[in-house]
């Protein structure tokens, strides 16, 4: 996604110091290379830290013309507030995470708009997923983020195996969830559209999308085959 931002993207990668932002960051830093991606700051912080002053200064130091940001919900409001106090213009990217939930706009509001993230579901990815947030946010007044989007689906892919097996016993509903392969429905309500696993328990044709905060809604912007909206250049 860095390569929506420039041609030769120089990214500043930031990352909470536990275990998920260290995994996750060094995912990123692994993969850059390969997709041309130049990483001019690879910089951990501690989490729940109160004061992102000198590692957005840091940030604004490094060149780098993004930021992706591996963060926990409070210190990636933190940071996106930092980001807009010390004056820098820079691409961000919030990857999952806090990133994705109605909590993180809330709190920023319009600082938010435009700013990209990766999510392994997104409310707009087909209309089953519509109806499912339509009626959640009836009922909430928020969208269905992906955490929750996901287990919708997951717990149809589970009555659907119960079904087939006609028992609960769990070697019997596992072998039934191991046939599942489905591209229609709620059970496939996921990136492309598909779901079957593969041996190793992974869905063979799971892939994250690129989402965009647009006008206070997180929207599907990549890769094209997933896209709902078009790509805001901020």
Known sequence: MSKLVSDKPKVAVIFENTAFGTSTSNGLKELAPAEGVEIVMFEPYSAGFTDASPLIN??????????????????????????????????????????????????????????????????????????????????????????AGGLVAQTVMLADALERAASTEPQKVREALSALDVSKGYAAMAPGGKVKFGPDGKNVYGRPVGVQWQNG???????????????LKT
Do not use: C
């Not at 691409?91 to 319009?110: E, H, L, M, Q, R």
């Not at 409310?123 to 997923?129: E, G, I, L």
């Not at 499912?132 to 009836?138: D, I, R, S, T």
């Not at 809604?217 to 790509?231: H, I, N, T």
């Open 58 to 147: 840091k940030v604004k130091a490094s060149g780098a013309n993004a930021l992706f940001s591996v963060s926990y919900l409070n210190d990636l409001i933190l940071i996106v507030r930092t980001v807009k106090q010390v004056g820098l213009n820079i691409a961000i990217n919030g990857g999952s995470g806090g990133f994705v939930i109605p909590d993180f706009y809330k709190n920023v509001g319009k600082l938010a708009e435009g700013l990209q993230g990766v999510a392994h579901w997104n409310h707009d990815m087909n209309d089953d997923a519509q109806k499912v947030n339509a009626e959640y946010k009836k009922r909430t007044g928020e969208f269905l983020f992906e955490y």
């Open 217 to 231: 809604d997180l929207a599907s912007v990549f890769p094209k085959d997933d896209a709902r909206a078009p790509l």
